[in-house]
């Protein structure tokens, strides 16, 4: 985890390493109760949890068959978004190479935002709305999804805050937002596992999320916390109302150093 937050101020990055083919999107228990709440989503509300852009019939075939060459999906499996969807734990988007448009995917456990909303645009426009993360890192973006090699898959983390930890935060389900100070093991630092993997016709990418209440970082993580406040405390205006952080920035900063001062450990962050 303390690689999670790599600066002590906050800045729009791209942090990629290499992972191993097939395994971010392999089942982590089987049975498996996050795939049990993914279907839960997928039979209560499909039409927020799947989207596809008219023409892109054959991205969703390419990931098809690469789940189908990692020994995911069975014989009995149709190419279909349904059909991944309901066998991977992950969350995915299909982005075209040509064009850098979100063809589709199935997203049961959103960050506040909407897969239909973002299908058919381009990334440009879907980052569009984050206040300067185009500017910082958006040529990178581009470059590292043009020359993404086939036959491996990079890995990176984002990050955010949520008043739950809630997986699926999709905005028409109007989830709870920090509205003022609450205590630190109400607040959970809300981290998406991202995978990037090379398809035919464009990249798939994974999502997974996992939240962790930033009392259990402070106790487990007391570098990961000093960089959370530091980030939080430098973090542009128009940002925090972006990522819907606008409360937690007045506060948060200091009643994490002070949680760490109470465990005795108050050293700088780096």
């Given at each position: ?6 600066a ?34 997928l039979?209560r509300?499909?039409e927020l ?12 075939e390419?990931a098809w068959?690469?789940?189908k060459?990692?020994g995911?999906?069975?014989e009995e ?23 850098s ?10 960050s506040s935002w ?9 990334l440009?426009e879907v980052?569009?709305i984050?206040?300067g ?6 040529d990178?973006i ?8 086939r036959g491996?898959?990079?890995l990176?983390?984002?990050w955010?805050?949520t ?10 389900l109007?989830?709870?937002?920090i509205e ?6 109400t607040?959970?630092l809300r ?5 990037f993997?090379?398809l035919?016709?464009?990249?798939l990418l ?12 402070v ?8 960089r ?14 972006y990522?819907?952080?606008r ?6 900063p200091?009643a ?15």
């Open positions: 985890m303390d690689d999670l937050l790599a002590p101020d906050f800045a729009w990055t791209l942090r990629l390493r290499r992972g191993g083919p097939g395994s971010f999107f392999a089942r982590q228990q089987n049975p498996s109760p996050l795939l049990k709440r993914r279907n839960t989503w039979d509300s499909p949890c799947f989207a596809l852009a008219a023409g892109f019939q054959s991205l969703v390419d068959n690469q789940a060459d990692w995911q999906l069975g499996s149709e190419p279909t978004l349904e059909s991944i969807g309901r066998h991977w734990e992950a969350d995915f988007l299909l982005l075209d190479s040509a064009t448009v979100v063809a589709g995917g199935c997203v049961c456990f959103p909407s897969l239909q909303e973002s299908t058919g645009k381009t440009d980052h569009g984050a206040p993360l185009t500017e910082q890192i958006g990178k581009h470059r590292f999804l043009m020359r993404l090699p491996q898959v990079f990176r983390e984002n955010g805050l008043r739950t930890d809630h997986l699926n935060y999709h905005p028409e109007d989830r709870p937002r003022g100070a609450v205590p630190l093991d607040v959970y981290i998406e596992h991202q995978a993997v090379r035919p016709g464009g990249v994974g999502l997974r999320i996992d939240p962790v209440s930033v009392e259990e970082v106790g487990q993580a007391p570098e990961t916390a000093r959370l406040a530091g980030q939080l405390a430098t973090m542009p205006d128009d940002v925090a109302r990522k819907g952080l409360e937690a920035v007045r506060w948060m200091e994490i150093l002070g949680a760490l001062r109470d465990r005795g450990d108050d050293r700088p962050s780096p």
